[in-house]
């Protein structure tokens, strides 16, 4: 992503501390989006999004830093200010605290098959799990976090830990949550797996993820197959998740997804999406299709740009 330079700061306050930065990044959208059976089927979306992001390096090397996220949210709840979290870098480990991202949700291909410009696909995992929270934690005001990641040459792993109130204030069967998951590019390959156990502080809710990705050579094409296990929270059910991306013309993708999910109480057990993203240099206009597992269509179109 790239970033625009708030500050840059150079601090001579003692030996060992050789200079500090604070980053603003982060993306603007807007978009029209239909949700067929909604009370108002077609809306305008909008959000914006500062990551808020400090950083120094040590004269030894060793990075720290910290982020914190504002965001507005088409006035709903996600339009706040996240609690914020810490870390610190060094030869390919990272340990941070606070609201972290967890190991579950970090892990690569999860999202992979989202198509449009809202992000969306019906072969996400549809189980409950802790993230990196844009939005505030609500009732669990002093849950804390920590996780870890070590990547070297083409392999990444993370653990996470998260106590839902480590005052032990929170409601009655709040667990800790576990997570662990690994990624690995071989070539043309990328494998994931992933696991959490009781996701977002729900006793036995654990859930588990295994995916694949092949690119084409010379290419930027691709297909990839996702099988989820979305834990008791989302009815024990399964879901497996088929998508690929292909070019078409020259900064324009097609992206596709079938996917299957067994939930007890779907109209259907299928639902695919189909999606396009035009480059435009700077920003990028995408829309998409989607018929889910109520049989209901969704879709969306409008323009993004980062910063």
Known sequence: MKKTLFATTALVMSAGVAAADVTISGYGRAAIDYQEGRTEEAQIDTRVRFNIDGSTTTDQGVDFGARVRLQYDDGNSNSTTSPGYVYVTSGGLTVSMGNVGTAFDSVGL??????????????????????FSTGGYGVENDRMGVAAEYSVGGFTGRLSYVDPDQTAGSPIGSSEEVG?????????????????????????????????????????????????????TAFDSQTVVLYG?????????LSAYIANNDAPGNATDNAFGIGAKYDLGGAILAGSIERGYNENIRSDMGIKFNF
């Open 180 to 232: 662990i998951s690994i990624d690995y590019e071989w070539n043309q390959i990328q494998l994931s797996a992933a696991a959490v156990q009781n996701g977002a502080g729900i006793d036995n809710n654990d859930q588990y993820f295994v995916g694949a990705y092949y690119t084409m050579p010379g290419t930027s094409n691709g297909i990839g197959l996702n099988w989820l296990d979305n834990g008791p």
């Open 110 to 131: 999860l999202y992979e098959s989202e198509v449009g410009l809202i992000s969306r696909s019906y072969g996400n995992t549809q189980g409950s799990f802790y993230a």
């Open 245 to 253: 991306d292909y070019e078409v013309a020259p900064m324009t993708t």
